[in-house]
């Protein structure tokens, strides 16, 4: 019995040493890092007919925007989020996903910060605003930088 007792022990004992060096660790996506503050929030304001960068994303990081909006107001459904330079449209603002409260008593999901939107490496995130003459609509975005 003592003998079977000091196998097992034994074995016990080689697992817990063996097991955590040779378990590899999963792909599990964007890995958060960025030196000591990750987190990035662009704030400001955009005018009709402009079209602004808030960043342009690392070379070796993504970008995650997780939430933000634009100011209420007739007029901002009329900025959508892009890519630049190219201008491709990531965020239609004609729907009320950007607006910080479209008053149909829903969160949409960036004023809630649940949204979840991936800029790769090297991407200019812009914010245009459409032509409507003379309006202008503060915005926030925040996100965090993570490695690819």
């Known amino acids: 019995m ?9 074995l016990a004992l080689a697992a817990a040493f ?9 792909d599990l996506g964007p890995v958060v890092t960025g030196g000591t503050q990750p987190w ?3 704030t400001g304001t955009v005018t009709s007919g402009q079209t602004i960068d808030l ?8 970008f995650i925007l997780t939430g933000g909006c634009v100011q209420n107001g007739t007029n901002a459904q009329e900025i959508d989020l892009r890519t630049g330079p190219s201008g491709v449209t990531v965020v239609d603002g004609s729907t009320t ?20 939107v991936v800029f790769d490496p090297n991407t200019t995130i812009q914010l245009s ?3 409507t003459l ?4 503060a915005y926030y975005f925040e996100g965090y930088l993570a490695h690819p």
């Open 97 to 116: 996903v950007l607006l910080c409260n479209p008053g149909s008593g829903n969160t949409p999901l960036f004023a809630a910060g649940k949204a979840h």
């Open 129 to 131: 605003a459409g032509p």
């Open 40 to 42: 990035r929030n662009l």
């Open 55 to 62: 960043m342009t994303v690392p070379e070796d990081r993504v």
């Open 18 to 26: 063996v097991l955590p060096t040779t378990l590899s660790a999963q």
């Open 134 to 137: 003379g309006f202008t609509a």
């Open 2 to 10: 003592r003998r079977a007792f000091i196998i097992l022990a034994a």
